[in-house]
């Protein structure tokens, strides 16, 4: 029986930064042959300790077994030849947010591969539109926007641009499919869906803590806490890279025509100026406080008093749902503190 050629079964990831290396090691875990290109040998070395490092945890934990190490090691390619793409069906380009860089990698990722591989952009921000009309046979060209961690994020953003075939966006939702992941198909406007959406997110939090509204770690645990969020907005930026959220929220302030709704802050681009990038250099503004200690938890016996300043309706809620939880406990009402506001 014939191969249903419209299979993606081998996948080519170009750059190994923290995106492309949480792509390939995605392919890998779910039975894809992927090759990872960087010019780089010694990232590729890294790339490959850490991928190594990861699935000894998962031995420790039980979750997988030695042999399926194996196979999911096997399932990768670390090569610094570039010629090396050109059998793959799917190639993903997961370079700086730089455009004449990937209008270049993209041009030369197309005279290498065969004419019916799909070339795809991990960008979070540049135009689709403006990258693909670079592109020969630019109806194999899409956007597929893994987000980070790959390996744990549950979506792909599947972004067609005016020049993509249908059959090549069908391919990329049936590959999304099979890695175990859920898909959206969007239009290529500006930050795509995810990534608009979340602007407000990231730059609101940088406006409260600019305005003195309250702390790093309180505007955190305010939106973890009354918000249900995994990460707060300024420890979801440390752990991004101050240097590439504040590219992205650039990006799409200037593509939505500088609506002010989308101004990236003064503080941020300041971090940027001074190297405190976060996570990925170790070096964040956001040093550690008191402020971050972990709350006393629920039934812990922990708390010893309760003090409320002021008069507000919701005190008297959460009285009673401090007695249902640290009972018996003295509690206080006094008057409002000017300077707890």
């Known amino acids: ?42 990232s590729l070395n890294q790339t490959r300790d850490y991928i190594v490092g ?19 090691l096997a399932n990768l390619v670390f090569s610094p030849v570039f010629d090396a793409i050109a059998d793959s069906d ?31 952009t991990n960008t979070s921000s540049l135009s689709l539109n403006k990258l693909a009309a670079g592109i020969e046979n630019n109806s194999r060209f899409i956007g ?23 059959v090549t966006t069908l391919r990329c939702q ?49 939106l973890k806490a009354g918000g249900h969020f995994r990460m707060g907005p300024l420890e979801l930026t440390d752990f991004i890279g ?11 302030w200037q593509d939505m025509q500088y609506d002010p709704r989308y101004t990236p802050g003064h503080l941020q681009r300041s971090l940027v100026d001074a190297g405190l990038l976060g996570k990925k250099n170790g070096r964040s503004f956001f040093s550690p406080s008191a402020d971050t200690a972990t709350p006393p938890a629920a039934g812990g016996g922990t708390l010893s008093s309760l003090h409320f300043f002021g008069e507000h309706p919701l005190f008297d809620l959460l009285q009673q749902h401090a007695l249902a939880t640290w009972a018996p406990l003295p509690i206080t009402r006094q008057p409002e503190h000017p300077v707890l506001g």
């Open 144 to 166: 597929l926007h893994f987000f980070n961690p790959a390996p744990l994020m549950k979506l792909i953003e599947i972004i067609p641009s005016y020049f993509t075939a249908r």
């Open 174 to 222: 049936q590959l999304v499919t099979a890695i175990g992941k859920q898909f959206v198909v969007c239009k290529a406007t500006p930050g795509f869906i995810v990534n608009r959406m979340a602007r407000p997110f990231y730059l609101e939090g940088f406006r409260l803590l600019e305005e003195n509204v309250a702390l790093a770690p309180q505007i955190d645990r305010a």
């Open 90 to 120: 799917l190639v993903i380009e997961t370079i700086a947010e730089h455009e004449p860089t990937k209008h270049e990698i993209l041009a030369a990722i197309a005279a290498t591969v065969k004419k019916e591989a799909i070339i795809a």
């Open 1 to 42: 029986m014939a191969e249903n050629n419209t299979v993606i079964n081998s996948v080519a990831v170009i750059g190994a930064g923290t995106m492309g290396r949480g792509i390939a090691y995605l392919l890998a875990l779910n039975g894809i042959r992927t090759l990872l290109y960087n010019r780089s040998a010694h």
């Open 54 to 72: 990861d699935l000894n945890k998962k031995i420790d934990n039980g979750k997988i077994s030695q042999q399926k190490k194996g196979e999911i």
């Open 242 to 252: 101050q240097d590439i959220n504040y590219q992205v929220s650039s990006q799409i």
